[in-house]
């Protein structure tokens, strides 16, 4: 599995549907995220991967496997800042913000959730391919069209064994620099 971006990782192995976790200041989990409980039922268990992009990052989005990809779905939801600027607020940024999510039937890693999450200045998610269609790991998915970002993996549980420096760093705290391209883990 590769990385869709370029961008600041974090993991999160064997989450259950309620387990909040944070990112940044914010909390939520995995029935709040995926706004769906039967997606909640699927990836209980599983991992997410999170990737924040800065503003000077490359905000394009690509498949981290080969596969077809589903009818994108958006979760409705206010603009909300994600910058570290925006920490003196508590706002429940990942939960209320608007969202894109499509399930993709990959080749190595069962159906992945590929989640988009828009920010304050980013007035909007874009989707680049053709739904129902196969697409080759590193196609273009889509972009942000401006500003800081964040692209959210959710796999099943079993399908993935993520890169061991990626666990370690996310467990010590620290989130790690991708780029697009790079592996993240194994089948």
């Not at 196609?139 to 993520?162: I, N, R, T």
Request: hydrophobic letters at 40%; proline letters at 5%; aromatic letters at 10%.
């Amino acid at each position: 599995m590769i990385s869709p971006v370029d961008g600041r990782l974090l993991v999160y192995r064997d989450i259950a549907a309620d387990r909040p976790f944070r990112i940044k200041s914010a909390e939520f989990d995995l029935r709040r995220l995926l706004a769906d409980d039967n997606l909640t039922r699927r990836y209980q268990g599983g991992s997410v991967v999170i990737l924040r992009l800065y503003l000077a990052d490359y905000h394009h989005f690509h498949f981290p496997d080969s596969g077809v990809p589903g009818e994108p779905r958006i979760v409705p939801g206010r603009y909300f800042a994600v910058s570290p600027y925006s920490r003196q607020w508590a706002v429940p940024f990942y939960g209320e913000n608007r969202r894109t999510i499509t399930l993709l039937d990959s080749d190595g890693f069962g159906r992945v959730a590929l989640i988009e999450i828009g920010a304050f200045t980013v007035g909007s998610i874009q989707q680049a391919f053709v739904p129902n269609i196969r697409v080759s790991r590193g196609d273009a998915k889509g972009y942000f069209e401006l500003g800081a970002s964040v692209v959210v993996l959710v796999l099943e549980p079993g399908v993935v064994q993520l890169d061991g420096d990626l666990c370690r760093n996310t467990d010590a705290g620290i989130e790690t620099f991708v780029r697009l391209g790079e592996r993240i883990g194994q089948a």
